[in-house]
């Protein structure tokens, strides 16, 4: 069944990055995702432009000209993915540091104090996506784990 959906995407105009954060039910949802993963950052931008694109997107200029955030509406036949994440037991995750050989200060999802949890849950919206990374002690991303 067909749905609308609200993506995130942070750009940089200079080098053409473009990395995809996560996808949302409404814009309202999209934009919380942003200020969430500004949270876990430590960074504010109360004079953050919110500025409407012709073809309808909403673009979120911050910091400066160069980088910013864009939330595109779009349909797809495929669900959104699970907003919540089973979380993994003591013996996988104590496995899963042993396989990667995780340092002390890169934390499992699962390791992480609830509030970030919480945060990472809003600013990525996908449960196992978040799974897939190591993070800090303040639930600010390190590496994906099959990263080397």
Excluded: C
Excluded at 6 to 19: D, P, S
Excluded at 116 to 138: H, I, P
């Amino acid at each position: 069944m067909e749905q609308t959906v609200y993506t995130n995407y942070w750009q940089n105009r200079l080098t053409g990055v473009k990395k995809e954060h996560g996808s949302y039910k409404s814009e309202e949802e999209a934009v919380n995702g942003i200020k969430a993963w500004w949270e876990l950052h430590k960074e504010d931008y109360p004079d953050a432009e919110y500025n409407r694109t012709n073809t309808g997107a909403l673009e979120i200029i911050y910091n400066d000209d160069h980088y910013f955030y864009r939330v595109e509406k779009r349909k797809t036949d495929k669900p959104l993915p699970k907003s919540n994440v089973k979380l993994r037991n003591k013996n996988e995750v104590r496995s899963i540091r042993e396989k990667y050989d995780l340092h002390e200060e890169a934390y499992l999802y699962e390791e992480l104090a609830e509030p970030y949890r919480d945060r990472l849950m809003l600013a990525m919206n996908d449960g196992q996506k978040l799974l897939q990374y190591t993070f800090d002690s303040e639930g600010r991303p390190i590496r994906k784990l099959t990263d080397k």
